[in-house]
């Protein structure tokens, strides 16, 4: 039983928790601070896990539950470490009908990835994302956090390899 | 800030403006940015300083110019020529051009339909100050329309300018939004809210992400304004995490307007507090909707409830919350400066002022517009976006995203409002305009907007859950050349079902894109039923399917 008191103890001497403590203190450190903290979590180390989760779900004085139910409903959380790189490809309505699903196809098939998932060597995690926004310049795909407009399935597949070597 | 302080602030700007010459508007907006228009803002600045032009110049980071496709633009001052696809190489040539002739390689003509037809309320701004100052919007008059309210006008008053505009939520279910105000502020309660709508979800929908990006400030005060005229002291925007652009423009803009004493206690020497709190997604379509949204600001699942009680009455922590959409907010300052009669003047009987629009897909400029209501189509597609690039055939305009539907060329001449959109079954919707040529396949659109609306299902009742996931195994088989007139059949009742039995817009709405392609384009459907052949060629009849 957690009493209000008690001050959680953080899971490990790692720095990035400082982030999140952080994260957590400007945000209010209530139980609506739960999100943003989350946030604070993946940024810091990359995906959450049930250490994570559990040292916020203490800290903001959460049902474990809840700060799982939380993690697992939003899509952008991930409870799997992301791959060295990433390439996203938007799959937007306007990205949609310039031809991105050409291009899913084509580097799912030549790198042998499913979308949403990451490469057995752990390089490459290939996912896609509701729209970006960047409508304008459709098909979009992102590289490492970049985001490139006008794509197509030969200049991405070039572009993920050249990332790897 | 005093209102004197205001105002000084806004001469002094205008005075350094004038001062420092001709600029360089060069875009730094989200779709410029990521074509490189931030290494041309870096390359322009870097040749003014180590070779100074002639005259005074200076280079200016500005919102959003319209024209996303032919990205990065620069603009010589706010009307002077225009450049695209501008290159870091292209900065010394561009600096040329200010003490010589314009430089024609790269001259993006602005004379063309697709700047003269817009009319720029919401956008006013946009292009021309540099998101990231707030003395450049106050040089521009802005947060002069919180001094009117705060020192001029009650708060009835301010609602009924409102009411008397005619504004309608720009969110995409248009209610009327001098009524909304007009109830949060009736409600009694020792706590109010003011919630910002900021969670774009539609795909193909960029407006909001461009307003924030491009002139933060504007919302921030239409927020506050809200907040005074309903009596709430507290406030959110709920922004997608996918826009990790507008979330930092908004935490410095807040930060800016909370220094200069425009926002948080005692603004502008009144008793009025005002404190605005950024909370971001989480990549959760639902979220839009407003009582799901409120579920996460919360820090919850976004998942919504039943409405009544509609959040004007218990919404956040079940206080009454006035919920408005981005745009909505961004018309509130030019309401309140110019008057409500004003704005009414603008647009049709039922549909007021002008509408931001995201126009991509199969057309020649893509980009962000804003025209008055009751515009048409063809007007849209065919002078300001261009036409249909490649030669080929226009089809459809798909707008209102995955609640809206597919508007064939038969109503291309219909004025553009709430409810002829609504008449021909589609939906105005938050203003991303989609259009679609002969080389897209109609059943082939449905299944994509429903594969969308299945995943984004946030499970808690049972017609959209399931229903979304049947629909689209339908779909899916249509597609395939694999269904039967029976499935089809069966698809066209389960609309009818979801669409009245689910809780909250996603599921009631999610039906539309195949009710209206089956409305207009049923011989598509039945060529892949009878034929097992897709029109478009787009879709991948299976082997086994074939006659």
Not at chain 2, 113 to 138: H, T
Request: proline residues 5%; charged residues 20%; neutral net charge.
């Amino acid at each position: 039983m957690i009493t209000a008191s008690q001050k959680p103890t953080v899971p490990s001497t790692d720095t990035r928790w400082k982030l999140v403590e952080a994260a957590m203190r400007k945000n209010g450190g209530q139980a609506d601070a739960l999100i943003e903290t989350l946030h604070a979590v993946q940024e810091s180390f990359g995906y959450l896990d049930d250490v994570s989760l559990k040292f916020v779900a203490e800290s903001l004085k959460v049902p474990f539950s809840r700060v799982y139910g939380v993690a697992t409903f939003y899509h952008l959380f991930t409870m799997r470490p992301p791959g060295k790189h990433t390439c996203v490809v938007c799959l937007g309505t306007a990205c949609y009908i310039r031809g991105a699903q050409a291009i899913i196809d084509r580097v799912s098939r030549e790198m042998n990835v499913e979308p949403g998932e990451t490469t057995k060597d752990g390089e490459l995690s290939f996912l896609t994302a509701r729209c970006l926004g960047s409508c304008g310049l459709a098909p979009a795909v992102v590289y490492d956090g970049a985001v490139a407009g006008k794509q197509t399935a030969d200049n991405t597949l070039d572009r993920v390899k050249r990332r790897i070597q | 800030m005093t209102p004197e302080e205001l105002h000084d602030l806004a001469i002094r700007e205008k005075n350094t403006q004038a001062e420092a010459g001709t600029t360089l508007n060069v875009c730094m907006a989200a779709g410029c940015m990521s074509s490189g228009g931030d290494k041309v803002k870096e390359a322009l600045t870097k040749g003014l300083t180590s070779a100074p032009a002639g005259k005074p110049c200076r280079v200016k980071g500005v919102g959003c110019m319209g024209l996303c496709e032919a990205g990065p633009l620069v603009q010589v001052g706010s009307d002077g020529p225009m450049y695209k696809e501008v290159k870091a190489e292209d900065s010394s040539d561009l600096l040329k051009t200010l003490s010589g002739a314009p430089l024609k390689r790269l001259l993006c003509p602005t004379d063309t339909p697709f700047f003269k037809r817009q009319k720029k309320i919401v956008l006013e701004n946009c292009g021309i100050v540099d998101p990231e100052r707030v003395e450049d919007y106050v040089a521009r008059d802005g947060y002069t329309a919180l001094l009117k309210a705060l020192n001029h006008m009650s708060p009835a008053d301010i609602i009924q300018e409102v009411t008397t505009s005619g504004l309608r939520g720009r969110g995409g279910a248009g209610f009327p939004t001098g009524l909304k105000w007009n109830t949060v502020a009736k409600a009694q309660s020792d706590l109010k809210y003011v919630v910002c709508n900021a969670d774009e979800g539609d795909p193909g929908a960029f407006m909001d992400r461009s307003v924030l990006e491009s002139d933060p400030h504007r919302v921030l005060e239409g927020m506050a304004i809200a907040g005074f005229a309903v009596g709430a002291s507290k406030a959110y925007i709920y922004v997608r995490a996918e826009y990790p652009l507008a979330v930092k423009r908004l935490q410095i803009a807040i930060r800016q307007a909370e220094k200069l004493g425009l926002l948080g206690q005692n603004i502008m020497g009144t008793t009025f507090n005002f404190n605005i709190q950024l909370r971001m997604g989480a990549g959760a379509f639902v979220c839009g909707e407003e009582t799901a949204l409120m579920a996460s600001i919360e820090g919850k699942r976004g998942t919504p409830r039943p409405r009544p009680p509609f959040p004007a009455q218990s919404g956040l922590w079940g206080k009454p919350t006035l919920i408005n959409n981005v745009e909505t907010f961004a018309n509130i300052p030019p309401i309140l400066r110019n008057g409500g009669a004003w704005y009414a003047s603008i647009g049709t009987e039922k549909s007021k002022g002008t509408k931001v629009f995201a126009l991509a897909g199969k057309i020649t400029n893509t980009g962000l517009i804003e025209v008055p209501m009751g515009i048409t189509l063809r007007e849209i597609i065919f002078d300001i976006g261009g036409g249909i690039p490649d030669g080929k055939k226009f089809k459809a305009v798909q707008t209102g995203g995955p609640s809206g539907g597919c508007i064939p060329e038969q109503f291309l001449d219909m004025p553009l409002d709430y409810d002829s959109l609504a008449k021909v079954g589609s939906i105005m919707g938050s203003g991303g305009m989609i259009v679609m040529d002969e080389t897209s396949c109609m059943v082939d659109v449905a299944r994509y907007f429903m594969d969308f609306c299945m995943t984004e299902s946030c499970g808690k009742c049972i017609p959209c859950r399931v229903g979304t996931t049947q629909m689209h195994r339908l779909l899916v088989q249509i597609t395939q050349g694999l269904a039967t007139p029976a499935d089809l059949a069966q698809l066209e009742e389960l609309c009818d079902l979801v669409k009245n039995t689910s809780l909250c817009g996603l599921g009631q709405t999610s039906p539309n894109p195949v009710v209206s392609t089956l409305r207009y384009f049923r011989h598509e459907y039945e060529a892949h039923i009878r034929d097992r052949k897709c029109p478009a060629g787009r879709c991948t009849i299976k082997e086994e399917a074939a006659v």
